[in-house]
């Protein structure tokens, strides 16, 4: 693995707008066309008002000073925090990047008390999710193509 030099620390809200992009460059990695990845983009766009927010956790996975990778967390409930977003430059898809972001969103839910973690995965990371500890509980319509179905899964922190 080459995460020897990773760390995950804050975004910032400066990032914002690059976060974004790599959410999208992440999503096309999967082999969506433009127009779906263009119909994604509000759903995928990190809200820089909401960085700092004392309920949602956006982290940025750095290697010397490259992004190679975020994940956002929010909570939705006392027992709940659900996992937003995680993306990894294309490059690096493959490299331990997304499996060090979920364990530090797995700490970061744990340790603000939550008992459980909600996803909502693309299908091509469904084997990814259940690698993480998920198991599929149910489907959810995705919030950008209008009868579309994304698997949930939910991880147990206790």
């Not at 914002?16 to 433009?34: P, Q, T, V």
């Not at 091509?124 to 995705?142: C, H, K, T, W």
């Amino acid at each position: 693995l080459m995460t020897a030099n990773l760390t995950i620390r804050a975004a910032r809200v400066g990032e914002a707008g690059f976060l974004s992009e790599l959410a999208l460059r992440s999503k096309a990695h999967w082999g969506y066309d433009a127009a779906f990845i263009e119909a994604c983009r509000d759903e995928l766009s990190v809200d820089a008002d909401r960085l700092g927010d004392a309920e949602y956790w956006c982290r940025v996975a750095e290697d010397r000073g490259a992004i190679l990778g975020f994940y956002s967390l929010v909570r939705i409930s006392d027992e709940d925090c659900e996992l937003e977003a995680l993306f990894v430059e294309p490059s690096s898809i493959g490299t331990g990047v997304g499996r060090s972001l979920v364990k530090h969103a797995i700490a970061q839910a744990r340790t603000v008390g939550a008992t459980r973690m909600i996803i909502q995965g693309d299908p091509n990371a469904s084997d990814f999710y259940v690698a993480a500890g998920g198991r599929q509980v149910g489907s959810r319509e995705s919030g950008s193509i209008a009868g579309r179905f994304l698997p949930l899964f939910e991880i147990n922190l206790l």
